[in-house]
């Protein structure tokens, strides 16, 4: 498995262009630069200690909470979710959307990413699923662990999106319809729970991933987890970009379809996309992995900062993400939040990789 998830995350297309730019890019140097294996290691460990496992530490701590708060409401099943539930799914996205750009170690297994969070879902596939499942209620569906045997699609924070704003207003459904919201929260639980103890128990990926080369399969020197690192970030911001907001803004005002947003049902798009902008920001700084480019990092930092500053700014175009999709201005700066995510991309897929010696796609396995 870890061979498999190792062949997946580092040939996807993401590094091999990176890849291709560091090529091209590798003769500026006239000597390229010294790896200094103690900086790495340092950066690994701070990027798990400092960032990683408080992370998903705090995922755990919420999707708990949400469990809870979800399973009371159903004593008095409504059409929309109560105070205590809205705050605690608000929770949970916010600690969602600071690893959800993490694509290796326990979350890659057993579908765990997918599971949690089915997206994007262009076909609208989990609505689809879930409105059979509402159709014909199978009681079999409550038991504990059920969910976690469905498809991907009715399992995580989507589909619990699609039951807690329901609209409906038949008891006997909203009835079946909570305690079926309860089981897919335990189930987010259950996954943040995996995910964490994948990480911190004893041979886990903390230590996979802080002991590279030697019988290290996964990692075979100490540049393989920082370049783990790296791709995270060009990853967090194309997925802003490509997933979150391109499909809703489209190719122009005239043909922006805000329904294809994320957690529009939630009312939670923009507070989402912020969050994801500053996850990735934090991770940055957290990492210090621009310290890996010392000549360059003063600069690449404050670069970075900018651009981050700037995307917020144009995140601001007030709450209702449906309604700003209707006004040319707001349309205008959420399409300049959506450009300048580009010059960030660049920083992390080039120009660094450059400046630290290193390259996305250079110590890919080939399947192995």
Known sequence: ?????????????????????????????????????????????????????????TLKA??????????????????????EVRAAFEAVLDAWAGVDFFRFGPIADEGRHERFCFLPDPHGTGVRQLRKILA??????????????????VQGL?????????????????????????????????????????????????????????????????????????KAIGVGVLQIRDQRLLPALGKSFDVAKPGRGVFVKSGMTLPYL??????????VTTSTVLSLAPKDEAQLLDQTKAI?????????????????????????????????LKKLEDIYNYTFPVAAGISPGFNALDGD
């Open 136 to 153: 014909e209620p199978d009681p079999a569906l409550l038991e504990p662990g059920a969910v976690a045997k469905l498809s991907a699609a």
């Open 308 to 340: 981050l500053s700037t995307y917020e700014a144009n995140l601001a175009v007030g709450d209702d993400w449906t309604k700003a999709l209707t006004t040319q201005a707001s349309y205008d700066k959420l399409r300049a939040a959506f450009d300048v």
């Open 62 to 83: 919420k999707t708990a909470a949400l469990a809870a708060a979800v399973s009371a409401s159903c004593a008095n099943p409504a059409a929309t979710p109560s105070a």
């Open 158 to 230: 989507p589909a619990l999106e699609s039951l807690l704003w329901s609209g409906e207003s038949a008891t006997e459904s909203l009835d079946y319809r909570c305690r079926l919201a309860a089981r897919i929260a335990e189930n987010l639980d259950a996954i943040a729970a995996a995910t964490l103890d994948g990480w911190t128990k004893k041979g886990g990926w903390k230590e996979t991933m802080l002991s590279p080369g030697g019988d290290n399969i996964v990692y075979r020197d100490v540049t393989e987890p920082v370049v783990e690192i790296l």
């Open 274 to 283: 912020r969050a994801s902008g500053t996850a990735i920001g934090d991770l």
């Open 1 to 57: 498995m870890i061979a498999i998830t190792k062949r997946f995350l580092l040939l996807s297309p993401l590094m091999m262009l990176a890849g291709k730019a560091f090529g091209r890019q590798q003769a500026q140097f006239e000597t390229p630069p010294v790896i200094d294996e103690a900086a790495f290691r340092a950066v690994t460990a701070k990027t798990i200690d400092g960032y990683i496992l408080p992370a998903y530490g």
